[in-house]
């Protein structure tokens, strides 16, 4: 039972260059989500996909972009890294967009020097 | 827009001793409610949740919480804490009609023998 999974697990890039987080789930699920977590701010919404062929705007979505590949893949890209964007990035999914539980992935930390 | 407080950064028991962790929200209805629990370096695991009905929701590991709608508050208790219970655990609050989950800053508990 795999769930959630994020690749990659760690990353380390220089400001300006670019890269792409994958995430995939085999759930089913219709809902996608990309967090940031930063300590003491708990975790923000950048992007979310409530169904297969939307995605729409969370808290922070300023210097990524997301594509919802297909129902169970959701990636978040990085066109120009900057060292803020240096945190520990979660991929989640849930059944339906508005009720149940998020499961989420393990965690992809980024650092950007 | 929904916020969440968690007023303590950080908390250390003993082991044995009861826990609470405070968790208060700004909404203007009743929101759909969570407590999650995050293992270092890992993702985050769902404990419990409150939609409507009984205002005390019984979740996993043995971990209560209660929904005080006068207070705003959504507190998670545990009468007596296992050393495994080490961890950092996040309050999210979510809108109703709502695709976002909303995360508090966090509280880092740390269990002493």
């Known amino acids: 039972n795999a769930g959630v999974t994020q690749t990659p697990k760690f990353q380390v890039l220089k400001t300006g260059q670019s890269m792409t987080l994958q995430c995939a789930q085999d759930?089913?699920?219709?809902?996608m989500y990309w967090y940031r977590q930063d300590p003491g701010m708990g975790l923000r919404l950048i992007y979310y996909?409530?169904?297969?062929?939307?995605?729409d705007k969370g808290e922070v979505p300023n210097g990524y972009n997301v594509s919802r590949l297909n129902k169970r893949e959701f990636s978040l890209r990085l066109e120009s890294a900057a060292p803020s964007q240096t945190s520990v990035y979660f991929c989640?999914?849930?059944?339906?967009?508005?009720?149940?539980?998020?499961?989420f992935g393990e965690g992809s930390r980024l650092t950007v020097l | 827009a929904q916020s969440v407080t968690q007023p303590d950064i950080h908390i250390t028991v003993s082991e044995g001793a009861s826990l609470e962790l405070r968790c208060n929200y700004s909404?203007?209805?009743?929101?759909?409610l969570f407590w999650y629990v995050q293992s270092p370096g890992q993702g985050l695991q769902l404990l419990l949740k409150?939609?409507?009905?009984?205002?005390l929701v019984q979740g996993i590991k043995g971990f209560e919480a209660e929904f005080k709608r006068s207070q705003s508050s959504f507190n998670l208790r545990k009468p007596s804490v296992h050393w495994s219970d080490a961890a950092e655990y996040f309050c999210?609050?979510?809108?109703?009609?709502?695709?976002?989950?909303?995360f508090g800053g966090g509280t880092r508990l740390m269990v002493k023998p």
């Open positions: 999210a609050v979510q809108a109703n009609a709502g695709n976002m989950l909303t």
């Open positions: 409150y939609f409507s009905g009984d205002t």
């Open positions: 989640a999914s849930r059944r339906t967009p508005n009720t149940g539980e998020l499961f």
């Open positions: 909404y203007g209805a009743t929101p759909y």
């Open positions: 759930m089913n699920h219709n809902s």
């Open positions: 996909s409530a169904s297969e062929g939307t995605t």
